[in-house]
């Protein structure tokens, strides 16, 4: 019973001891948990703050934006709707080697053959226009002014205006971006002095690919102005021009190009000489060209290297009056190589019977080597030497020239 009895006043005093310190530690968890969830509810309250500080400070700088928006004034715009426009300058010193240094129509010295003014632009998403007018010595003229609308029809274009045509390659380019100074013998002795520059319409349409990797087939409809080959001023439309092309690559570096034009048209003619009315019977101009382009440059050196090989035929057969007829044909063919960024030389070889009546026996050829030196994509010198000889010609002629083309404006030396 004294046992039992210890054992009693043993637990009653712990009790004693262990009860008020529980009672206490309760107290201070909950005076932790409510001061946890003081700092909780604070840090969401300043999140919250800078939430919608953030916020304000986003609307402000709206508002700021849209003011500025709308006092803008766009009257500056209106210069992009202003043609680009470049001007092209080509003069040339010339060499002639005979005994009088001049010749019928050239003569020794310094000449400023042309001054070009091309301006073009974008008309609207679908169309664009092109313009180069030549001023030289001897007065202004319309070199070409055509808008092209760009899809009339699945891969077709329309172009109208005044063009130089697309027979062969050169005929297609402006003197300034030859590659030499001048235009082959054939071309200017066969299709005439000034090539075939026409007013008219041209369809251009990229073939799907069946020889080749592209093809392509262009139909002109013109004036036949031309005074050499068809009526002049006196006429007759159409005169009417087709010309395949087709493209190949044969490597990563090389690519060949061949094409086939023919062309005809009307050269009697049929109008009012000093107030009388003059007719003559239908005449008919055939004309047929073949041209082959072989270009190599290396990928990893483009800027460097690169080697040219370009070859056309011309074959022309007119009609005259009096059953007579003038059956002509010529061509020329140049290699030209590109050895550093900046130097290119090249060596042109001209043959062509004379547009004249009985001239099976008759012929003449040039020799044209050639060095071009780009100072800048700007400006180039080219120095040039011509032999010319026949059997149409009584004498020899030699021509060295010394031209210097510069360019200003976004388009620098474009063919066309």
Known sequence: ??????????????????????????????????????????????????????????????????????????????QAINPEMSVTGDMYGLYIGNEKHYTESLRSGAHFRVLGLHLQSNLDPFSLA?????FTPDGFELGEAYMTLTRVLPSVSLTIGKFRQQFGVVNR???HGLDQFDYPLALTT????????????????????????????????TNGQNEQLFGGEFFSFPAVLAHFKSYTDLTTNTYLEFGLTGMLGRNDKNGYIDGELHTEPYRSTKLAGF?????????????????????????????????????????????????NERWQAGFRFDYTQPFTINNKDEYLYQLVPYITWWQSHWVKFRLQYNYLAGKAMNMAEHFIRMQMVWAMGPHKHERY
């Open 173 to 175: 380019w402006h003197a």
């Open 130 to 134: 092109k313009v180069a007018l030549e």
């Open 1 to 78: 019973m004294r046992i039992k009895f210890s054992f009693a006043i043993i637990y009653l005093l712990a009790l004693g001891f262990i009860l008020p310190a529980l009672a206490q530690d309760s107290t201070r968890i909950k005076e932790l948990e409510q001061r946890i969830k003081t700092l909780e509810e604070k840090i969401a309250q300043n999140e919250l703050e800078k939430l919608l500080q953030e916020a304000e400070n986003a609307a402000k700088e709206k508002k700021e934006e849209k003011k500025i928006k709308t006092f803008k004034g766009g009257q500056r715009s209106l």
């Open 291 to 339: 041209d082959v382009t072989l270009f190599w440059q290396p990928v990893n050196k483009a800027l460097y290297r690169s080697f040219l090989w370009r070859s056309e035929l011309f074959y022309a057969d007119k009609s005259l009056p009096e059953n007579n007829r003038i059956t002509a044909y010529g061509g020329y063919s140049y290699m030209e190589y590109q050895f």
């Open 190 to 221: 066969i299709l005439g002095e000034d090539g075939l520059n026409q007013a008219g319409l041209s369809f251009d349409w990229l073939m799907p690919a069946f020889l080749g990797d592209a093809n392509s087939f262009i139909v002109q409809f």
